[in-house]
């Protein structure tokens, strides 16, 4: 049996872990099996839904934590137990969609298993969308922050579906507005998200240290976008895989093969082990 360098590897799941198609690589499965079975803590930190990466960290055979929504849900992989859940309440989630609104962007939000959305349900877009996170959207007519306050609803956070021209824009504007009351983020090329202010993926990171009484030195957070960003300033070891965006390529403390040439692979082997 190998012995065990960094003791927890956190990844990200799109664009890190997974390929471009979806899939688990093979090198990949096995690597993070040899890592876990020598004794390593392996745990995926991911912005989507819990009921949307609950099959996939099981079809990887993980035990343990699995981080959602940003860091905003934690849950046990083998029974779905919500250990953690941080939400934005009511007035706050309508205050978030108004701003989306007024800038005349359509506006997600997360409440639990169900996702609440005013774009179109025949919009090519969303069903891509739907189809990669394995969710049904549920179709608001009107103005979703309406809907919100008529229904009391508070999320673990809003999303915007975006073409990539207008992410930037989107993300500065939000940023200006919101930035002080709550993290704005993006997790994809289409991907701009509003969570609680102290939910990051960095703070994630944190909890799972103490959970497993790892020190923070001995971390290893990977990912490939912005929302990734917290965990890899936080972590002992921050690395990039080389499809990330530049940003998080400037941070990192290394730079590891794309997500099709099986990334985790490569950081499990160069850090995993001693």
Not at 35 to 49: K, P
Not at 225 to 251: P, Y
């Amino acid at each position: 049996m190998r012995k065990i360098n960094y003791k927890l590897i956190v990844s990200d799941f799109d664009g890190t872990l997974i390929d471009d198609n979806q899939k688990i690589p093979q090198k990949v499965r096995k690597a993070i099996s040899e890592y876990v079975e020598c004794g390593g803590v392996f745990a995926v930190c991911t912005g989507r839904m819990l009921c949307s990466i609950l099959p996939r960290v099981r079809e990887l055979g993980l035990k343990g934590l699995v981080i959602a929504q940003q860091g905003g849900v934690i849950a046990d992989i083998e029974s779905g137990r919500i250990i953690k859940c941080e939400t934005i309440d009511c007035n706050s989630t309508a205050e978030i969609c108004k701003e989306i609104e007024n800038l005349g962007f359509h506006v997600n939000i997360y409440c639990g298993d169900d996702i609440y959305t005013s774009i179109p349900e025949n919009n090519e877009y969303l069903k891509i969308y739907e189809r990669i996170i394995g969710v049904k959207t549920k179709s608001i007519k009107g103005a979703v922050s309406d809907f919100v306050s008529e229904n009391g609803l508070s999320c673990e956070k809003a999303a915007c579906l975006v073409s990539e021209s207008d992410r930037v824009y989107l993300y500065d504007t939000l940023s200006k507005k919101l930035g002080k009351k709550f993290d704005v983020t993006c997790s994809a090329k289409v991907l701009v998200e509003v969570s609680p202010l102290t939910v990051t993926k960095g703070n994630a990171l944190k909890y799972l240290c103490n959970q497993f009484k790892i020190p923070v030195s001995s971390s290893v957070a990977c990912g490939d976008n912005l929302n990734d960003l917290s965990m890899i300033r936080a972590a002992g070891v921050g690395v990039a895989v080389g499809n990330a965006t530049q940003e998080l390529k400037t941070e990192a403390d290394f730079i590891a093969v794309t997500n099709n040439n099986g990334a985790i692979a490569q950081i499990i082997e160069k850090y995993g082990f001693a």
